[in-house]
Every structure is written in structure tokens, then in C-alpha cells.
């Protein structure tokens, strides 16, 4: 069985400050883990992934993730938050074969 | 990168009617392409499992017969509201994944309005 929280619903941060969006999995497999943003009315953009190599992870548009064992946290962040970040992101595990469990999201919101 | 197409973007369509939204793997073949609902500000949830040249698998409390799924192609999945009613309005995105690669890539899914 796998699961993953996403501890927040909404974060707000201004605009150049870092951004962080919490995330904690279980799984009863070694899991890959994965970050999607979700513009309105877009579907799910891969932001970045781990599975089982480094554990710090870079992704696109300036976004990593650390993954953590010792904590089940794969938690997303950004130096500098920017307008464009503006939207729903999503934390996803799959510990194997084809299906993903997602998160319930957590809205970022990017104030001037 | 591998792009997973998905039309129309929306439809309004009037009670009763039946809606078909297409997926398309546009530069890979997808043995396997999945199907997600998403209500307003919600998650997704895996509706089905979309299976080239067999049946789909569909998730427990999803109604096969209202949600029929064809996957007659390497790179194209099909899914069909029939019957729609209000209650099926939703947000639909398809996603399929590379051989052999673990991300799944996602359509822009489709709105449905069923009036």
C-alpha cells in the first residue's frame, strides 16, 4: 500500500521569497516519487522525479526536492518564487507497477 | 519530450447525449494509458486503466457501462460518456507513459458541461 500527504492546501508567498511545499509518503516499496503542477484548466506538468538515485533532485523552472528517508518527505522548493509559479502542484508516489497515488495538492499563490 | 494530446478541450453537451474525448501518444506508443477525473479543487482519481487491445481495468465504483474505454491503437485511447447527466460534468485528463519510463505524461484534459 502507498499513500502521500501533501501537508498544506494553500501556501502564499511573495514574489522572489523561497517557496517551500511539504510533502510525506509511505509505501511498503522502494518508491519513486514525483512533482506535477497543474495550471487552470491544464492538465499535469512533470516538474522533476526521484527514483532511487540522488536523492536531491533538480527539476524544471528552477524547483527541487530532497528526498528523505529517514522523514517519508519529499518536500518541493524554490530559491526565488516568481508570478508564473502560481498554481496547483501535486506530490505522487508510485512504489510500483503502474499506478500513482496522488496527493490532494496544494495551491501556491504568488503575491507582488 | 513525449506529448500526450487530449481533445476536445471542452464540450457542453445536453443531457442524455453521449461525449467521446480522445488521448493520443503523439511521438511513443503507449501500451497503457489512464484515465483521471478531478473535481473542483481536487485531486485526481484514477477512473480507469486503459489496456491496448484488451479491456480496460476499471477503479472500484467506477461505472464500466457509462464509461466505455477503447484503447484500439498503440497511441490512441478513447473514453465515451454515454448516457451523460449533470452529475458527470467534470474536469477528464488521460496520461500515458514511455516504455520503460517511469513519469506518466498527462493531456491538458477536458472539460465536460453536461446542461
Known amino acids: 500500500a502507498q499513500s502521500v500527504t501533501q501537508l498544506d492546501s494553500h501556501v502564499s508567498v511573495s514574489e522572489g521569497t523561497p517557496v517551500l511545499l511539504r510533502c510525506n509518503y509511505s509505501?511498503?516499496?522502494?518508491?519513486?516519487l514525483f512533482w506535477y503542477v497543474q495550471h487552470p484548466n491544464k492538465g499535469l506538468q512533470l516538474l522533476l522525479k526521484y527514483t532511487s538515485a540522488a536523492t536531491l533532485v533538480k527539476g524544471i523552472n528552477g524547483f527541487e526536492a530532497e528526498f528523505k528517508k529517514s522523514e517519508t518527505s519529499f518536500h518541493l522548493t524554490k530559491p526565488s518564487a516568481h508570478m508564473s509559479d502560481a498554481a496547483e502542484y501535486f506530490c505522487?508516489?508510485?512504489?510500483?507497477?503502474?499506478?500513482?497515488?496522488f496527493g490532494t495538492g496544494t495551491q501556491l499563490k504568488v503575491e507582488l | 519530450g513525449a506529448v500526450v494530446s487530449q481533445h476536445p478541450s471542452w464540450v457542453i453537451c445536453k443531457s442524455g447525449t453521449s461525449v467521446k474525448i480522445e488521448c493520443r501518444s503523439l511521438d511513443f506508443q503507449a501500451t497503457t494509458m489512464f484515465w483521471y477525473r478531478q473535481f473542483p479543487k481536487q485531486s485526481l482519481m484514477l477512473m480507469a486503466t486503459?489496456?491496448?487491445?484488451?479491456?480496460?481495468?476499471?477503479e472500484q465504483g467506477v461505472e464500466k457501462d457509462k464509461f466505455l474505454i477503447n484503447h484500439a491503437s498503440l497511441t490512441l485511447s478513447t473514453l465515451t460518456v454515454t448516457s451523460a447527466h449533470p452529475e458527470d460534468s467534470s474536469f477528464y485528463i488521460c496520461?500515458?507513459?514511455?516504455?520503460?519510463?517511469?513519469?506518466?505524461?498527462f493531456g491538458n484534459g477536458t472539460r465536460l458541461t453536461v446542461t
Open positions: 496520461s500515458a507513459r514511455e516504455p520503460r519510463a517511469s513519469p506518466l505524461h
Open positions: 509505501s511498503s516499496y522502494s518508491p519513486s
Open positions: 505522487v508516489v508510485t512504489g510500483g507497477g503502474n499506478k500513482l497515488t
Open positions: 486503459s489496456n491496448e487491445g484488451s479491456k480496460a481495468t476499471y
